[in-house]
């Protein structure tokens, strides 16, 4: 999966390599550990990284480092500590050239934590808004095309969450609870690919309430804005008469 990430990150680094730096012990330390790095032995290139932004905290190469470690424990699914790092980076770097790459790595970090639909989508919801940040500050960055796929992605996510909630209030008879799941997802997430099977399971509910009003109303509204799609069809196959 991080393949693609370290072919872009390996053209990042060649580039920040090319400027040499006056002070020769800074940068045969950078240079020792950027070597770890292209020999994927992360661990050590991580600390040594660390190592020399300790020792010299205002250097050029120091925070090129901190570019580097973030990279480097992102690689080793340590992604607290690449969080850590690039917050702390963002924060006394707001303007580097670099910065998009930087909001990119902090988008992934967050999307590649987005656990199954039963668990917490705050992953989801967090990687979603970091991608947004990237798109509307740089939406001319090499990674603004892998990022606006995984911003749907991950709004895709928090969306399935938030039906898979419903579900789960609904086996346990708390039918108001999923209608306003439901509806949330027909309000707030209207071009989710999940709005049609919303209307489908309040259908669904209601039938089972015999509320049968509310279902035709329903049935048109689906029929409506989705003629053709699988959920309409399925509904028209309920029983509520």
């Known amino acids: 999966m991080k393949i693609k990430y370290i072919i872009l990150f390996i053209i990042f680094i060649l580039a920040s390599c090319s400027n040499k730096n006056k002070e020769p012990t800074i940068e045969s330390k950078y240079i020792k550990a950027h070597n770890k790095i292209l020999k994927k032995n992360y661990y050590e290139a991580a600390l040594e990284f660390e190592e020399l932004i300790e020792d010299y905290p205002f250097e050029e190469l120091s925070i090129k480092g901190q570019i580097m470690a973030s990279y480097a424990y992102y690689m080793q699914d340590q992604y607290d500590k690449t969080l850590e790092i690039i917050e702390n980076f963002t924060t006394l770097n707001p303007s580097h050239k670099n910065i998009d790459y930087i909001l990119y790595l902090k988008a992934i970090s967050y999307y590649e934590q987005i656990p199954e639909i039963y668990r917490s989508q705050d992953m989801a919801k967090n990687s979603y808004f970091a991608f947004d940040n990237l798109i509307k500050r740089y939406p001319k960055s ?91 069809k399925l509904a028209h196959k309920l029983n509520y008469s």
Do not use: C, M
């Open 142 to 232: 090499i990674y603004i095309k892998d990022a606006k796929q995984k911003k749907h992605q991950s709004y895709e996510s928090i969306v399935s969450g938030i039906i898979d909630k419903a579900k789960f209030k609904t086996k346990n008879h708390n039918y108001i609870g999923a209608i306003n799941d439901y509806l949330s997802i027909i309000s707030n997430y209207s071009d989710s690919k999940h709005v049609s099977q919303s209307y489908y399971r309040i259908i669904e509910i209601y039938i089972n309430l015999g509320i049968t009003k509310e279902v035709n109303l329903l049935l048109e509204q689906l029929n409506k804005k989705y003629p053709d799609d699988f959920w309409t």
